[in-house]
C-alpha cells in the first residue's frame, strides 16, 4: 500500500478507538516497553507528547515514570517550520499549539542529540520498520541529526499487517515497534517478534 492509502486507512481505524480504549491499549504498549528496555537515571529519552483528539498512544504516563526515574527527557516542538528538542521537568509548563499538542512554553532549543531513546510517533509501521506519519518530515530530519547509535522506538495500536510501498531514500526505518501484544525488532530490515 501506498503511504496515502496507509494513512486513510490508520486514521480511520484510530478513529474507532474510544477513549477509554486508547488509555488501556497506551498502558499496555508502555507497560512493554519498560519490560524490554531498561531506562536508567541520566539516560536521554526523545518522546512525544499526544494529540488526544487524533487518538494518538498517550504517553503522558510513561514520560511521568521516567521523571521519577531521574531519566532526562526530551520533547518536541515546532519554532520556525523546525522540530526543536525542550528538555522538560515535573515542574514544566505546557501550551497547546495550534494542532492541538501540548508543547513546553519554552522555545529554547536543548541541542541535545546524543538521545539513548527516541519515542517515535506514526500511523503505521510495517514489519521492515518502515514508518508513516503524517507526511510532514519532522522525524526523518530528527533522525539525520542525532547520534546513530539511538534507540529509534515506534509505538502503535496495530500490529504491521501491510509492507509501505513508497519508501524513498529519505525515509529512516525504526529500531522497534511496540505494540499492546508485541515488541518487534528491525535490526537486520526484518521483523523478529518477541511477545
Known amino acids: 500500500m501506498t503511504k496515502k492509502e496507509i494513512r486513510k486507512k490508520y486514521t480511520e481505524k484510530r478513529k474507532t478507538l474510544s477513549p477509554d480504549e486508547v488509555l488501556l491499549l497506551s498502558e499496555r504498549i508502555f507497560s512493554k516497553l519498560l519490560q524490554y528496555c531498561t531506562f536508567n537515571e541520566n539516560q536521554k529519552v526523545h518522546c512525544f507528547l499526544p494529540i488526544l483528539s487524533k487518538k494518538e498512544v498517550d504517553t503522558q504516563k510513561f514520560i511521568q515514570e521516567l ?9 518536541p516542538k515546532i519554532v520556525d517550520e ?97 505494540t499492546p501484544t508485541a515488541v518487534l525488532s528491525f535490526g537486520d530490515g526484518k521483523s523478529k517478534s518477541t511477545k
Open 67 to 75: 521523571l521519577k526515574r531521574k531519566v532526562r527527557v526530551f520533547v
Open 82 to 178: 523546525k522540530l526543536i528538542s525542550v528538555e522538560i521537568n515535573s515542574k514544566t509548563d505546557f501550551i497547546k499549539n495550534h494542532w492541538g499538542i501540548p508543547e513546553p512554553e519554552s522555545d529554547q532549543d536543548s541541542g541535545e542529540e546524543d538521545f539513548d531513546f527516541v519515542i517515535t510517533p506514526l500511523l503505521y509501521c510495517d514489519c521492515k520498520g518502515n514508518r508513516v506519519g503524517y507526511g510532514k518530515g519532522y522525524y526523518d530530519s530528527l533522525f539525520e541529526k542525532i547520534n546513530s547509535n539511538a534507540q529509534r522506538i515506534g509505538v502503535n495500536f496495530f500490529n504491521p499487517d501491510e509492507i509501505v510501498d513508497d519508501i524513498w531514500e529519505g525515509d529512516i526505518a525504526l529500531d522497534y515497534l511496540v
